[in-house]
C-alpha cells in the first residue's frame, strides 16, 4: 500500500501539483491520466523520492525506495554497459543474485549489445526487465507503451495482469487509453495538478468518451478543415 496526503509541488512560481490524496492498494492496478503537463511525471517523481514536495508519502514497507521500480519514460543508460550488465547492476542494487538471464529474456533483446545503441523501444524493454528482476513490490510505469511494438504491448499487459497476481501495486500513466482500459482496477484524471475525477472499472467506457469529446471540442474544431 502506498498513501499519499495533501501533496504539493511547486517549480518556482508554478504549482504543478495541488493537495493530492491518493491511496494506492496491494494487488490493483492503477491508471493516472491527463493532459502533457498535467502533473503526471511529477508526482511520480515524488513517490520515488526523486523530488521534494510539501505533504506526506507513506507506504507499509519503508523505505518505499528501496521496494520502488519505477519505470521512467525515457530509461537512461550509462555508456559501454551491456544490457546483460545493466540486469545485473539494478539486481544487485536490491542486493538479487540473478542466474540465467538469458533464458528469461522474454523481449528477445541483444543483452551483450551496449545499451545506449538500442532503439527507443527496446530500451523502454530492457529496463522493465531489470525492474522486473529486483522483486519490488511496488511499481510505477510511465508510458510503458510508448515506442513498443505490437507483441512486446501486449506482453507488457501480461506482466502487469501477473504483477497484479503476485499482489503488487502497479501504477502507470498511458497515452493510449485502450491499454488503461485492459490492465487497471481504477483510473484517476489529474488536471492542472489535481484529481479531478476517480473512475473505477464499470465506468471506464463512459471515461473514454468523456475524454474523446472533450478533445474533440478543444482542439479539432479549431483547425477548420476544408
Known amino acids: 500500500m502506498i498513501a499519499i496526503k495533501q501533496v504539493s509541488k511547486r517549480y518556482g512560481n508554478k504549482e504543478v501539483l495541488q493537495y493530492i490524496s491518493i491511496q494506492f492498494e496491494s494487488g490493483k492496478v492503477y491508471g493516472i491520466v491527463g493532459e502533457n503537463g498535467a502533473g503526471k511525471t511529477t508526482l511520480f517523481r515524488c513517490i520515488a523520492g526523486l523530488e521534494e514536495y510539501q505533504g506526506e508519502i507513506s507506504s507499509d514497507l519503508s523505505p518505499l525506495k528501496n521496494h520502488l ?118 483510473i484517476f484524471v489529474l488536471h492542472e495538478g489535481r484529481i479531478q475525477k476517480h473512475v473505477e472499472q464499470a465506468d471506464f467506457g463512459k471515461l473514454e468518451q468523456e475524454m474523446i469529446d472533450a478533445t474533440l471540442a478543444k482542439h479539432l474544431g479549431n483547425l477548420q478543415l476544408e
Not at 126 to 135: D, E, N, V, Y
Open 69 to 186: 521500480g519505477f519505470l521512467l519514460t525515457d530509461p537512461f543508460f550509462y555508456k559501454k554497459i551491456t544490457g546483460e550488465e545493466y540486469i545485473q547492476l539494478l539486481a544487485q542494487a536490491r542486493n538479487k543474485d540473478i542466474q540465467q538471464i538469458a533464458s528469461k529474456n522474454i523481449f528477445q533483446l541483444p543483452l551483450q549489445q551496449y545499451a545506449d545503441t538500442y532503439s527507443t523501444g527496446m530500451k523502454k524493454k530492457l529496463a522493465l526487465t531489470a525492474l522486473l528482476f529486483q522483486g519490488n513490490q511496488y511499481f510505477i510505469l510511465d508510458e510503458p507503451y510508448n515506442g513498443v511494438d505490437i507483441q512486446s504491448s501486449m506482453l507488457i499487459t501480461e506482466i502487469i495482469q501477473q504483477l497484479r497476481r503476485l499482489n503488487k501495486t502497479v501504477i502507470l500513466s498511458s497515452h493510449i487509453f485502450s491499454t488503461l482500459k485492459d490492465c487497471c482496477d481504477e
